[in-house]
């Protein structure tokens, strides 16, 4: 079983940057690839940004230039720097893992931690 824990979310003016991080227990943390999906009142949950064991990436195009998502093994978490946050960033952000399926869909993950709501005013 895997364990995830997001934190960091808030308030934030349009403009101005967060970074979420998600810390993860249990199963061997290089063993899985990482994402981060969002979902907005009453929309569909999106994808934001995900990352492989050895770094390397791929954004979702609504966040490319603006998001980054990397990770530290060694203190097995992972973060998303969000910076020229914009109010249709506004959600509940979710970090996840998967092993099998490298992809952007969110039957591609197998763990799913609680969320961290993100608000962006304008």
């Known amino acids: 079983q895997v364990q995830l824990v997001e934190s960091g979310g808030g308030l934030v003016q349009a403009g101005g940057s967060l970074r979420l991080s998600c810390a993860v227990s249990?199963?061997?943390?290089?063993?899985?690839?990482m994402g981060w999906f969002r979902q907005a009142p009453g929309k569909e949950r999106e994808f934001v940004a995900r990352?492989?064991?050895?770094?390397?990436?791929y954004y979702g195009d609504s966040v490319k230039g603006r998001f980054t998502i990397s990770r530290d093994n060694a203190k097995t978490t992972v973060y998303l720097q969000m910076n020229s946050l914009k109010p249709e960033d506004t959600a509940v952000y979710y970090c996840?893992?998967?092993?099998?399926?490298?992809?952007?869909?969110?039957?591609?993950?197998?763990?799913w931690g609680q969320g961290a709501q993100v608000t962006v005013s304008s």
């Open positions: 249990g199963r061997t943390f290089t063993s899985y690839y």
């Open positions: 996840a893992a998967g092993r099998y399926r490298l992809g952007s869909y969110s039957s591609d993950y197998d763990y």
């Open positions: 990352i492989t064991w050895t770094g390397v990436t």
